[in-house]
């Protein structure tokens, strides 16, 4: 008898509380990732030429980047390229007790280019034939827009589930049903990609024409986690 007393208070407790929560708006977040291969890279080469006369390191540093350019789409016909980054310093004698001006001695001229491709395989092909002619000054992997896009829905369906699950653990413990409730609002943010972080290699200084051949380099382009976050605002009636 006393069981069922007991009992009896429990569900009238739980009826009362449920009747001062009609009316509660609460705020759930929920967050999601998805992790896939990276299918794209992006390499950036450089050439640097010096030399007393700055029509002739100019005239060296656009040969170098033009023969460069044709390798590169030798090795890789589907890659984009963008060339920037054109730069020209002049090289001045070091500084004279005597406060005279420097006077140039000569120039120091370069320019980058960057590679974006989705041919990951042909990569380090492609790269050691850049290298006869070009520096390789960064290498980044991540996600191409195509992959990032087919990978949305994904990442937003586990960030809504993981608000629904946190939703019916607050349904719970306000002794209310979420089927009870409606969402007054639903907001998506902090969508995004974390990639990891570029390898990066340093660059000669200076590059001179006909250089030996490199050898290939194995490159392992990892993977990227997409993210995002869900945020409810939930009435319950």
């Not at 208070?9 to 009609?22: H, I, N, P, S």
């Not at 306000?174 to 990639?195: F, K, P, Q, T, W």
Request: glycine share 6%; charged share 20%.
């Amino acid at each position: 008898m006393k069981k069922i007393i007991l009992l009896a208070g429990v569900l009238l407790c739980t009826q009362v509380f449920a009747q001062q929560t009609r009316g509660s708006i609460v705020m759930v977040s929920g967050s999601g990732e998805v992790k896939a291969e990276n299918d794209q890279a992006k390499a950036t080469f450089f050439i640097e030429e010096q030399d007393k006369d700055r029509a002739a390191a100019a005239s060296r540093v656009n040969q170098s980047m033009k023969q460069g350019t044709e390798l590169i789409k030798k090795a890789d016909p589907d890659g984009k390229l963008a060339t920037r980054g054109y730069y020209s310093y002049p090289i001045y004698s070091e500084s004279s007790s005597n406060n005279k001006a420097r006077i140039i001695t000569g120039w120091r001229v370069g320019q980058y280019l960057d590679l974006t491709t989705k041919n990951i395989q042909q990569l380090p092909a492609t790269v050691a034939a850049a290298q006869q002619v070009l520096a390789l000054n960064g290498l980044s992997f991540g996600l191409s827009d195509e992959a990032t896009q087919r990978l949305d829905a994904a990442r937003l369906d586990s960030a809504y589930k993981n608000m629904q699950e946190r939703a019916q653990i607050i349904a719970k413990a306000m002794g209310r049903n979420l089927n009870d409730a409606s969402i007054e609002l639903l907001d998506v943010d902090g969508v995004g990609a974390i990639h990891p972080e570029p390898r990066m290699f340093a660059a000669a200084p200076m590059m001179m024409k006909g250089s030996a051949a490199v050898p290939e380099t194995n490159f392992e382009a990892g993977d990227s986690t997409l993210t995002a976050r869900v945020v409810a605002k939930i009435k319950f009636n």
